[in-house]
């Protein structure tokens, strides 16, 4: 069983820059894709990007390409998402996802953290 933790969240103003961390535990952290999504009140959960096992490839929502930035560290089992040019839209909470197979849809991702709240003020 895989255990995620993030952290780094807080308050920012537009135009601002936050980085996020998700450290893991359980399970071998290299087999998995890792993923972050973020769920805005009201709204249904919504991808932000993934990268590979190796770290080599990432893959980004239209919303956040150019801004966002994953990337990972497989000797310390951490994870983490520069967000840069922070918009009020960014608002949410952000989730760390672990899989063995990357999608877009929430729902086939296999371990989630507990989230981390991002608000930005405009």
């Known amino acids: 069983q895989v255990q995620l933790v993030e952290s780094g969240g807080g308050l920012v103003q537009a135009g601002g820059s936050l980085r996020l961390s998700c450290a893991a535990s359980?399970?071998?952290?290299?087999?998995?894709?890792m993923g972050w999504f973020r769920q805005a009140p009201g709204k249904e959960r919504e991808f932000v990007g993934r990268?590979?096992?190796?770290?080599?490839?990432?893959f980004y929502a239209d919303s956040v390409k150019g801004r966002f930035t994953i990337s990972r560290d497989n000797a310390k089992n951490t994870v983490h998402l520069q967000m840069n040019s922070l918009k009020p839209e960014d608002t949410a909470i952000y989730y760390c996802?672990?899989?063995?197979?990357?999608?877009?849809?929430?729902?086939?991702?296999?371990?989630w953290g507990q989230g981390t709240q991002v608000t930005v003020s405009s």
């Open positions: 996802a672990a899989a063995f197979i990357a999608t877009m849809d929430w729902k086939y991702w296999d371990f």
């Open positions: 990268i590979s096992q190796s770290g080599s490839s990432t």
């Open positions: 359980g399970g071998t952290f290299s087999r998995n894709a």
